[in-house]
């Protein structure tokens, strides 16, 4: 059993899905990254302290991406993931780091300056560079969800889990206003009854 430590609102999120879509067995550990006092537990299993972090048997790995692109080859194959000769594969691999690299990342740093930094600094030439950057890069997502149904083709792939989390994010911080083509696309996303398991849950009890 994969264990996964997170959070409903967090990267796990992406973790999740990707379970939930290739049906593996998995429970979620929740992290409260606010709690006063540091989850010990999870202080062992990641030093750096941020989620997603999972244990699968001996292993234990960080960040959303490289750990979706380990089930996917471990617990795999799976069509979440195109082989090196589709078609779709260029696409798959570009956004699928794009989705967090490009996005997600550029975008934290204007969502916590705007609710965490000292008043005086929530406005600062960082945080609006590093959204003029995250703006810059929207361009590719929106030109090719103007060419094809998901970020890499006709075929639904975990460049869209990636994709989602990172567009989702922007728009529920306030961030990032999106156009039609970039909403229609979550409105499709976010239907699909593996996400909407996922968030289920993802979700703290009690
Ligand atoms: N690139 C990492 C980013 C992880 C990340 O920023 N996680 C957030 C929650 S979604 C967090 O734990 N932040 C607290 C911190 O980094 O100290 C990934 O994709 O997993």
Redesign the pocket.
Known sequence: MITVFGGQT???LRVVWLMEEMGLAYRVRQVD?LAQTPDAEFLAVNP?????AIRDGDVTM????AIMEYLMARHGPTPLAPAATDPAFPAYQQFLHLG?AGL??LM?VPVVSRFLAPEAERDNWGARQSLFWAEKRLLLVKRQLERSTWIAGEAFTAADISMTYALEFGRRQGVITLGEVETAYLARTMGREAYVRALANSMPMG
């Open positions: 967090s990267r796990s990254m750096a302290y941020y989620i997603p960080v960040e959303s991406i967090e997600a990342t934290m």
